[in-house]
């Protein structure tokens, strides 16, 4: 007779293909129903941590939800600051967790209800007659609200016999968002006008725009107002058209894109929140320029936004493609004789002069190349994020752990799309996330080689899991350390202000020798020439290679212009 875990696990299969975690007490039935009766993919991490990176990791690089799964107790509090990103970055997943018996707890519980609701996560507590409903109730939940949830299994429910497993429904998955009403309608038309008679209008897109799926939308809206675009770092390469793409805003951009962007006289902003970091600390665009901000959020997410409309970044975009191929477009009102027409393109719809056509983007895009040897002897992280570019496989998936290492790859490493770009950790400002994020980012892209750009401090933090990514992406997985012995953020931000920077050192590791031991390949990296080992892996059969690891040894000393704009802010 089927099991409650039974139940769980069943229902939870029908919807979510991919599972990660780590086996105890709490979730023993669980994984055993799991295994055994389903067809969903259970793979094992080392850390709790890990299960939920990974199913956060998974999501960003598909779209589609996955689960991670955790014991209770220790087990539980393992998960919470990866609970705590994923709240922060709004990915959907369903943590399956045991916990206390019903009849009270015992001294290791805690209260797990709690400490996932003080990061944002709610929990589901299923019961002997509820469980398929309540775990439908639960996915439900992270997909309409776009955040994790969690399903506890009270210890003594879990192996209790509770019948058939009962047909759940589909989860209920709300449509795209609309704009509604006469100011929603009015300020479309207010956004249509100023695009037609901007003389240098921009678009900028965020993760937001690309779940949507408005790129498509987006890249005719820009065809149609001659605008310059550019993304944020979670929405990388969402505009078709890269001839006229200034890459990403904020402290990853080039200068000269910025001072583009500066120039603008009308920008419109599609499915992205308009943090500090994309803003440049408010300096992203000048005074006077006019603002729109178009994102399912309850109201504008910056200051400097002047008309905003809340609905769907794809709906809107396309809203706004039909005002402009509808409106005073010549010809697009048969009873308007020549004399009647725009004359020049004004007020048009198609700028006979975009501004686009009159700047040179490819230079604008530039960033310093940087030196083959930094001042101090070390390998310079610029020449070096260069280089990689430049031999890394095109089909790559890049995922990213938090330190200031991550200017280099955001700056110099092109990708085709936004999901082929993701940054776990950053939401919540924390480290120690990459190599999990390899794990899930493998399962949901097993084709695609997955390329994890870490510091050492993170690596180090998470190197539980480097064997968990070595087994998961095999011949298929790559991992660049950005090596300078030291939590370089700490050290650029606060031992540039006189403060201690023994407790920011970290003595020079060897992640070669680590990744040996867990039976990938490893080669130091300390000078340009040794990233040739990678151009030959590139091109060895998969199954034939091993996992790569390249331990960069950088120098400390080069400073990421990100990283400069937050020194100059806090100074």
Partial sequence: MPSVSAHVAHTLAQHIDHVFGVMGNGNAYFLDALETQTDAVFTAVRHEQGAVVAADAHFRASGRIAAATSTYGAGFTNTLTALAEAVQAHVPLVLVVGDEPTSGPRPWDVDQIAMASAVGARTYTTGRTDAAATTVIAIEHALTYRVPVVLAIPYDVAALEAGSVPAAPAPRLPVPLAPRGEFAEGM???????????????????????????????????EATGALTASTALGRGIFPDTRYDLGVTGGFGAEGAMELIRDADVAVVFGASLNQFTMRFGALFAPGTRVFQIDVTPAATHAHVGGFVRAD???????????????????????????????????????????????DVASARAYDSGDDIA????????????????????????VSD?????????????????????????????????????VGASRARPEQTIVLTSGDGGGLMAIADLESAVRAAAGRGVAVIWNDAAYGAEVNLYGLKGLAEAPMLIPEVDFAAFAAAVGAEGVVVRTLDDLERLRAWAVEPVSQRSFLVLDLRISGKVIAPYQEEIIRVNS
């Fill in 375 to 398: 001042r101090d002897g070390r390998l310079d992280p610029r020449s070096a994020a260069r280089r990689l570019a430049e031999m890394l496989p095109e089909d790559r998936v890049v």
């Fill in 313 to 359: 970044a794809r709906l809107a975009a396309e809203a706004l493609v039909s005002r402009m191929q509808n409106s005073g477009e010549p010809g697009a009102n048969d009873a308007d004789t020549p004399s009647d027409r725009p004359v020049d393109g004004e007020n048009s719809g198609v700028p006979s002069s975009p501004w686009r056509e009159s700047v």
């Fill in 402 to 438: 938090g330190g200031h290492f991550i200017g280099w790859a955001n700056m110099y490493w092109p990708v085709a799309a936004p999901d082929r770009m993701m940054m776990v950790g950053t939401a919540f400002q924390s480290i120690g996330q990459g190599w999990p994020s390899v």
């Fill in 188 to 222: 479309l038309d207010e956004i249509a006008d100023a695009l037609r008679t901007a003389k240098r209008p921009f678009l900028l897109a965020g993760r937001g725009a690309w779940l949507s799926g408005a790129g498509a939308a987006l890249g005719a809206l820009a």
